[in-house]
């Protein structure tokens, strides 16, 4: 059995109830299999694997929180610290009915790895709460967050764990979550990324996933010898990441014809329109099918996602395996050449296959959504020296960053003799420097 195999077999028998995580790892361990097996001696000797797929620690803890009926309940809240290799864990928090400890695990490890690729010193971690914030007051979501740091607070600081938003968590989450640590510990400073402009945040970080996931995205299709101008885009979701993915694809000339949220989807032959979107979902919190209702000639599908609509390229936004080997190949009879991923492992095993086989363009999540978590560093970066920059400066090193990360993913593949598979690529370029730093650091 391969070195991978093996520490692949362990975890296995360890965490036989955490799906999520395990189906990352797995992928994960097998796409490094051509670096470990040039390393093997020395990352067995150090115990290099089966320290890099457990995390340093995880806290779990009970939010209790009164909603406005005067009704308690108890939520669970973690924190997985993964990995502080290379910089303090950073990653974000996630508020949704789904979260558990296999899906913090899976989001923790991806983001250690991301965070690599940004090249910015920054470890990998995650949280968040099974807190559905769909339909509470404002009053409600902050009673909750300030119970939720009331127990995170202990654990989490500017040099050693920086939260950020992730799905449920956005500005409003943010500025509770950070007023209550403020509020506990006295202290000002940029202990969470993600915050309002008034109190240390960066311009151009709402911006940032969203916009980074289209530059990567116009580097991948130039490097196939072709352009963003023209195309046709299939977005799903219609939260902060793909709200800024539509605005900087339709500036840059494509088409984007659909967006959705969890109860259906919307198309729109004409191009998503940007404003009565963020209408919607920003100002009004309301569902996407709101939309059909306001911009005439669009259509509303309920209960269904949108891989079945014609495009050139696919954007998915919304969360992990919302495609899945079905729905791939439904893209590419479709007509699409090119997927790169928003979301979190949106793309299933299947599907993922399915892109490989059919030879498309295929730019994974750690590589194509990391402009979020690189803006997030560049918050820290601006909040350690006191100043906060343009918004042109960030976002051209953003840009910057996602041009460099696709060079260093392709010429990874390419070196390791994978031309064109982003997947190991952006694995194992992630990895290196991790690995490394992990191997000088001795057995901690
Ligand atoms: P938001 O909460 O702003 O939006 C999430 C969107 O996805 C909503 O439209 C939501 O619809 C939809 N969605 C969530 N869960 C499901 C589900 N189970 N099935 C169908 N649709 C669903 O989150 P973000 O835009 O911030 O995050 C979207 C994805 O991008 C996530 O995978 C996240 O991990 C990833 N990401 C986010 C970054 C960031 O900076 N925010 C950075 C990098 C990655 P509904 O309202 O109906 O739930
Ligand atoms: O998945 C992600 O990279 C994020 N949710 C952003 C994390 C961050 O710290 O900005």
Redesign the pocket.
């Known amino acids: 059995m391969s070195y991978v195999d093996e520490v692949y077999e362990g975890l296995k028998a360890k965490h036989p109830h955490e799906p999520e995580f395990l189906e990352a790892a797995k992928r994960i361990l097998e796409s490094l299999d051509p670096i470990v097996s040039k390393n093997e001696d020395v990352y067995r000797k150090n115990a290099l694997l089966e320290r890099f797929v457990e995390p340093e620690r995880i806290i779990t803890f009970r939010v209790p929180w009164t909603d406005d009926k005067g009704v308690n309940h108890i939520n669970l809240g973690y924190r997985v610290q993964f990995n502080s290799a290379i910089g303090p864990y950073k990653g974000?928090l996630?508020f949704?009915p789904?979260v558990n400890q296999s899906i913090l695990k899976f989001?923790g490890m991806e983001q250690i790895l991301k965070n690599s690729l940004t090249s910015l010193p920054i470890g990998g971690g995650k949280g968040g709460a099974d807190f559905d914030p769909?339909g509470k007051s404002d009053a409600e979501v902050m009673r909750f967050c300030q119970s939720f740091m009331t127990e995170l607070y202990k654990y989490i600081g500017k040099d050693t764990d920086v939260p950020?938003?992730?799905?449920?968590?956005?500005g409003r989450e943010v500025g509770y979550l950070y007023g209550q640590y403020k509020r506990l510990t006295g202290l000002y400073e940029g202990v969470l990324t993600?915050k309002g402009l008034t109190f240390g945040g960066s311009l151009a970080r709402p911006e940032?996933?969203g916009y980074g996931l289209v530059y990567i995205t116009d580097e991948v299709v130039k490097g196939a010898g072709k352009e963003l101008k023209g195309k046709t885009i299939v977005v799903?979701?219609?939260?902060?990441?793909?709200?800024y993915a539509i605005q900087k694809a339709e500036e840059l000339g494509a088409k984007v014809v659909t967006c959705?949220?969890?109860?259906g989807y919307i198309y729109d032959p004409n191009g998503i329109n940007f404003e009565v979107l963020c209408q919607i979902?920003q100002v009004e919190r309301a569902?996407?099918k709101e939309y059909a209702k306001r911009v005439p000639g669009s259509e509303y599908h309920e209960g269904e996602r949108p891989w079945g609509v014609k495009c050139d390229i696919a954007l998915p936004?919304?969360?992990?395996n919302?495609v899945n080997g079905e729905d791939a190949k439904k893209l590419i009879d479709n007509g699409c050449w090119c997927v790169c991923e928003?979301?979190?492992?949106?793309s299933d095993e299947a599907a993922i296959d399915t892109y490989l086989a059919a030879k498309i363009l295929y730019m994974p999540?750690k590589a194509a959504?990391?402009?979020?978590?690189a803006v997030?560093a560049l918050e820290m970066s601006q909040n350690s020296e006191r100043l906060s920059w343009s918004f042109e400066e960030v976002d051209s090193k953003l840009h910057d960053i996602m041009v460099n990360i696709y060079k260093s993913v392709s010429e990874t593949a390419k070196k390791y003799g994978y031309e064109n598979n982003f997947v190991v690529g952006a694995n194992i370029a992630g990895f290196e420097k991790v690995a490394t730093a992990m191997l000088a650091q001795g057995l901690v």
């Not at 959705?260 to 109860?263: E, F, G, I, L, T």
């Not at 928003?342 to 949106?346: D, S, V, W």
């Not at 959504?369 to 978590?373: D, I």
């Open positions: 974000g996630r949704h789904s989001l769909h950020a938003g992730d799905i449920g968590v956005g993600g940032a996933t799903s979701g219609s939260g902060n990441v793909a709200q959705s949220d969890s109860n979902k569902r996407i936004c919304a969360t992990q919302e928003g979301a979190n492992m949106p999540a959504n990391a402009g979020g978590v997030s």
